[in-house]
T-cell receptor
Framework: DAMVIQNPRYQVTQFGKPVTLSCSQTLNHNVMYWYQQKSSQAPKLLFHYYDKDFNNEADTPDNFQSRRPNTSFCFLDIRSPGLGDAAMYLC???????????????FGPGTRLTVL | AQKITQTQPGMFVQEKEAVTLDCTYDTSESNYYLFWYKQPPSRQMILVIRQEAYKQQNATENRFSVNFQKAAKSFSLKISDSQLGDTAMYFCARYTGTYKYIFGTGTRLKVLA
């Protein structure tokens, strides 16, 4: 089945130790998103890619970076995780069609990051 | 600032009963999309229903329907004949342009047997 896959589902890292979260999609969607979701809060958009064009949210800390080497894969790099970065990280995709306002977002299951 | 407000942090409903989740939003646009997403415990977020603002008819998907009041900027979700599998966090969301979406703080719904 076409889907959005995130690996790993659970990640434990140490304070200050770089960590990379992975997202892949088989939907062939041209937009990919990374959200941070803390307990009982709304997902907060960190950045998104439209194809290879990277769009960073103004309030996303520099500690968070992203790479999209091809249509299918997108990575979230946290260069020096702090205790406040412990959260669920959600990857999502959408298909942006010319002439259409938007399309539905499809979410992966998330990666829960713990920082020790 | 663009904002989505969900004033019900948690709700309970008896199985087979109906429940309504509220959502209000800010926008100055005339055409936009609104969404309700469901996030079951430890499972991924999925789309429940979506509404196009220029359509006056309220969207329905099986047991799920919306009451879209454009002038009041209100977008409530009604779940009819609630099932145990409806237990989840429900997020109201709006497309804000340039491939971006904003979400409300969510309503945690618990369906009781």
């Amino acid at each position: 089945d076409a889907m959005v896959i995130q690996n790993p589902r659970y990640q434990v890292t140490q304070f200050g130790k770089p960590v990379t979260l992975s997202c892949s999609q088989t939907l062939n969607h041209n937009v990919m998103y990374w959200y941070q979701q803390k307990s009982s809060q709304a997902p907060k958009l960190l950045f998104h890619y439209y194809d290879k064009d990277f769009n960073n949210e103004a309030d996303t800390p520099d500690n968070f970076q992203s790479r999209r080497p091809n249509t299918s894969f997108c990575f979230l790099d946290i260069r020096s995780p702090g205790l406040g970065d412990a959260a669920m990280y959600l990857c999502a995709t959408s298909r942006a069609l010319t002439g259409q306002l938007t399309d539905t977002q499809y979410f992966g299951p998330g990666t829960r990051l713990t920082v020790l | 600032a663009q904002k989505i407000t969900q004033t019900q942090p948690g709700m309970f409903v008896q199985e087979k009963e109906a429940v309504t989740l509220d959502c209000t939003y800010d926008t100055s646009e005339s055409n936009y999309y609104l969404f309700w997403y469901k996030q079951p415990p430890s499972r991924q977020m999925i789309l429940v229903i979506r509404q196009e603002a220029y359509k006056q008819q309220n969207a329905t998907e099986n047991r799920f329907s919306v009451n879209f009041q454009k002038a009041a900027k209100s977008f409530s979700l009604k779940i009819s004949d609630s099932q145990l599998g409806d237990t989840a966090m429900y997020f109201c969301a709006r497309y804000t342009g340039t491939y971006k979406y904003i979400f409300g703080t969510g309503t945690r719904l618990k369906v009781l047997a």
